[in-house]
């Protein structure tokens, strides 16, 4: 059934048992003035004052007596035994009576008094259930009212201008402009317009932005809801408001109706752990019926976003349904320098801010992370109270978004201290003389996040992919900090863990999905585990011999130690630079890219640009080289 139906009439069937008790509480107060007892009644027949009777049986063989007066009073008694004495007394008495039958309690009575209890039960529990999921507004009767929340074209005024850096999905997206303008023009003219429009893309690429431009340039309505609204605790809510959904937006046709996250209800069906979801399954056959169900010329366009496709259930892709899909990628750098450009004619701007010097310095960086680097930096100016951000201030910010938040109150004892410094520079070391790695961009030894240091290095350009060198010296990388907290520290501390996790991780993939061994050859040895929890991929299982995983395990520990041995020989012959390096560290808490070019090259680092002895409160050593960021290698984790 139903629930919105179901809600709305167990309320009134509530109400109407309140009603009903008291009704029936009322008439017997009423109907009490006659009330005698039955012998003073048979007194009233024998002296003849009583001239009509009317008896009727009730419950337990007793018997409901009503009489008249001769005066014209009621009276009423009742006798709890079959007085068989009565009639007699009666027909000598010359009075005139009656005998109704029993009278059955009505089948709605009845239904009323024995699950009244109940249905006030569920009543009360509905209604907490509605406060529990916050929205009371509409009190129990808006169930199924979608959550859809509208906004008007007056009041949007986001337009194409105001999404930057993804050319070819603005490109894609732009007929639907012309065709909400006008649909009939449109369709005149031969267009063909897809029902339902997929944006395909990583978290925070800006697709709610670019649905929200296209109604915006068209000057239509935007509905919008997150996937996730549809999903309650009761089956039918759901469904009930994907059709509400699509009720309202064919009022205000022509409109664009955008669902975000849409594999909250789209993914594939009969999938997911503990059987059928029922809910889920139900909301997700609704929408498909009103996608079906609208003709393309009235106007509404469905959007919807998700980051994965691959989970979604086919039914939603075919034609009719979601049949175009658009894909919004991570930008480029020029994108980049475009959104920042973007966003940073909202804040005061300093004459030395380089956008493209920014955009170099942060590879893998979505809309939403450029957005938010923005306007981290505009705090960091508000808090020095400057009038203009200046390029300071996004370099703290990049820090602070790609390493995590500074904790320079965190008192270290000196021992840890020293301690992080050499396993950073371990790190930074390594990296420094492995081929194809990444340039260190930053060392610090500042507590950030869960890292007790940090040792960032950042890619020259935007890279796709990896080669079996560059991950070889990853893995050497990684080892770094603990083999120099062996060597220089002779202890082993458990801020590697995370190091050693990441290594092992490389080099199993390198064996087992990359196939990038001579021993193994080219082939994948395990499956995809990402999804162990949408259910798809729980039944499959690894068909490898014990023969063939013995062999696997013994080439990743191949990779492993020859990786640990390269890197231990790299800090064990340069020792001296290890000390210049840790030394620096202690001294000035972070290291940028030149400071280690002096000590490779055997020279005293030069002091940090802004490093005054009196600031010694480990002022961050704003690197000026325009640096760039992205992949921060580790930091020791603090010790769990
Ligand atoms: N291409 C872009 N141009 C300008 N600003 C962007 C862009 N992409 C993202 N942003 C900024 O990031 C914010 C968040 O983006 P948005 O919510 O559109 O991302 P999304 O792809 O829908 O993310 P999610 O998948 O997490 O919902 C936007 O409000 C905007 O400020
Ligand atoms: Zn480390």
């Not at 092992?504 to 080219?522: H, K, N, S």
Request: hydrophobic share 40%; net charge neutral; proline share 5%.
């Amino acid at each position: 059934m139903n629930n919105q139906w179901f809600s709305k009439v167990a309320v009134w069937l509530v109400i109407a048992l309140v009603l009903f008790t008291v009704f029936k509480q009322f008439d017997r107060t009423a109907a009490a003035g006659g009330q005698i007892g039955y012998s003073d009644f048979l007194e009233e027949v024998r002296s003849k004052r009583i001239s009509t009777v009317t008896l009727q049986e009730s419950g337990n063989g007793a018997t409901e007596i009503r009489a008249a007066t001769t005066d014209g009073k009621t009276l009423r008694t009742t006798a709890t035994y079959l007085d068989r004495g009565l009639v007699g007394d009666l027909i000598n008495n010359g009075v005139k009576f009656d005998v109704k039958p029993r009278e059955e309690p009505s089948i709605l009575m009845s239904i009323l008094l024995s699950w009244g209890p109940m249905l006030l039960l569920i009543g009360v529990w509905i209604y907490f259930m509605r406060q529990m999921q916050g929205g009371g507004k509409g009190g129990a009767f808006s169930f199924g009212k979608s959550k859809a929340r509208m906004l008007d074209e007056a009041n949007n005024s986001t337009t194409f201008a105001d999404v930057a850096g993804c050319d070819e999905a603005k490109e894609e997206v732009k007929e639907l402009v012309d065709f909400l303008k006008d649909p009939q023009k449109f369709q005149k003219l031969g267009g063909r317009i897809p029902r339902g429009v997929l944006l395909v893309g990583p978290p925070g690429t800006g697709k709610t932005l670019l649905a929200k431009a296209i109604a915006g340039e068209a000057k239509v309505p935007f509905f919008s809801i997150s996937g996730s609204d549809f999903v309650e605790m009761f089956v039918g809510v759901g469904a009930a408001r994907v059709r509400d959904m699509f009720e309202q937006a064919k009022k205000s046709a022509p409109c664009i109706i955008f669902v975000d996250e849409i594999d909250a209800v789209g993914r594939h069906r009969g999938a997911g752990l503990g059987g059928g979801n029922d809910e889920r399954e139900q909301t997700l056959n609704q929408m498909l019926v009103e996608m079906d169900g609208f003709e393309t010329n009235l106007g509404v366009i469905v959007m919807a976003a998700t980051n994965r496709p691959d989970i979604l259930d086919p039914a939603l892709l075919r034609p009719g349904r979601f049949d175009r899909q658009v894909y919004v990628t991570l930008p480029d750098v020029r994108g980049r320098e475009q959104i920042l450009n973007v966003h940073m004619r909202k804040v005061p701007i300093g004459q030395d801010i380089r956008a493209d010097i920014l955009a170099r310095g942060t590879p893998g960086f979505s809309g939403a992370d450029l957005a938010n680097l923005v306007n981290e930096a505009a705090l960091f100016a508000a808090r020095r109270s400057a009038r203009v951000v200046e390029m300071a201030d996004f370099e703290k910010a990049k820090d602070k978004i790609m390493m995590g938040p500074e904790r320079k109150s965190m008192v270290m004892p000196e021992e840890e201290r020293r301690n992080t410094a050499y396993h950073e520079a371990g790190h930074a070391l390594v990296a420094r003389l492995m081929p194809k790695t990444d340039p260190v961009h930053k060392v610090t030894v500042i507590p950030r996040g869960r890292a007790l240091g940090v040792t960032m290095q950042l890619p020259e350009t935007d890279r796709y992919s990896m080669d079996k060198e560059r991950m070889l010296s990853t893995i050497s990388v990684l080892f770094g900090g603990r083999i120099a907290e062996e060597v220089f520290m002779n202890q082993m501390t458990t801020g590697a863990s995370n190091d050693f996790e990441r290594a092992t991780q490389i080099a199993r993939d390198m064996v087992m999905r990359y196939g990038m061994t001579d021993e193994l050859g080219p082939m994948v040895y395990s499956e995809n585990e990402g999804e162990v929890f949408l259910g798809r991929s729980v039944t499959k299982t690894t068909n490898m011999s014990e023969e063939t995983m013995r062999k696997v395990d013994s080439v990743i520990r191949r990779i492993i130690d020859e990786q640990y041995t390269t890197a231990r020989k790299l800090i064990e012959d340069n020792q001296d630079k290890m000390h210049a390096m840790a030394k620096a560290l202690l001294e000035w808490e972070t290291i940028d890219a030149e400071q280690i070019d002096d000590i490779m090259g055997g020279k005293p680092p030069r002091p940090p640009k802004d490093w005054t002895p009196s600031s010694a409160a480990g002022v961050n050593g704003g690197s000026g080289n325009g640096g760039t960021p992205a992949v921060s290698t580790d930091g020791a984790p603090a010790a769990v």
